[in-house]
């Protein structure tokens, strides 16, 4: 069962454009929406994250914007720049008492910035 | 500050073998979860160890089990080695007093022929 679906599966954008890559959840116990950015032969990097009381969080070029009564997210890249070529992750994590929580994944979107 | 650190790179095994990847977590890291990435996907949860013992565990079968050293270090043990078992496997370390502070390691490519 997919918790977590993210869309579009791939995305080219030109230089200086708005990336916008969305997510969707359906575990309403989720209370912690992070993205990560993986670059070829490397594992996930955590790029920016969000509780569900905020509605939107920014950090340089990227922001969060949070949904919580559609049960959606979506990251915006702005001023998109050739480096930032990658593939992002959204991914959702519920509470656990005493450890370390797990992360869901959504199925990743590959980012192309043309210039 | 080295992070996390996996062991091999890459790794080529045939049906029906096993397969023992290693995991060093980042320095005052204390819980070690591991992720199976196959080709094209999102990182999918195995499983994860505090204080040596498995504390939650994802949908995989029981090939799949692990193991964490008093040092924090971990050990992912695939037993039975299915083509479908070919993926990149992920360690991430994290404290437990920052539930959700994790550092990936960059994995170890399996490949099952």
């Known amino acids: 069962q997919q918790q977590v679906k993210q869309s579009p599966q791939s995305l080219i954008v030109q230089k200086g454009g708005i990336s916008i890559i969305n997510c969707a959840y359906e575990?309403?116990?989720?209370?912690?929406f992070p993205w990560y950015q993986q670059f070829p032969g490397k594992g996930p990097a955590l790029l920016i994250a969000?509780?569900?009381?905020?509605s939107e969080k920014k950090e340089g070029r990227f922001t969060i914007s949070f949904n919580k009564s559609a049960k959606q997210f979506s990251l915006h890249i702005m001023d998109s720049q050739p480096g930032d070529s990658a593939t992002y992750f959204c991914?959702?994590?519920?509470?656990?008492?005493?450890?370390?929580?797990?992360?869901?994944f959504g199925t990743g979107t590959r980012l192309q910035v043309t210039l | 500050d080295a992070g996390v650190t996996q062991s091999p790179t890459h790794l080529i095994k045939t049906r029906g073998q096993q397969v023992t990847l290693r995991c060093s977590p980042k320095?005052?890291?204390?819980?070690v979860s591991w992720y199976q990435q196959a080709l094209g996907q999102g990182p999918q949860f195995i499983f994860q160890?505090?204080?040596?013992?498995?504390?939650q565990r994802g949908n995989f079968p029981d090939r799949f089990s692990g193991h964490q050293f008093p040092n924090y270090s971990s050990e992912l043990n695939v037993n039975a080695l299915l083509l479908g078992d070919s993926a990149l496997y992920l360690c991430?370390?994290?404290?437990?007093?920052?539930?959700?502070?994790?550092?990936f390691g960059s994995g170890t490519r399996l490949t099952v022929v």
């Open positions: 575990n309403t116990a989720f209370d912690y």
């Open positions: 969000i509780r569900p009381d905020v």
């Open positions: 160890y505090y204080e040596e013992e498995e504390r």
């Open positions: 991430a370390s994290s404290r437990t007093q920052r539930r959700y502070g994790y550092t």
């Open positions: 991914a959702a994590s519920s509470p656990n008492t005493g450890t370390a929580s797990k992360l869901t």
């Open positions: 320095s005052g890291h204390d819980t």
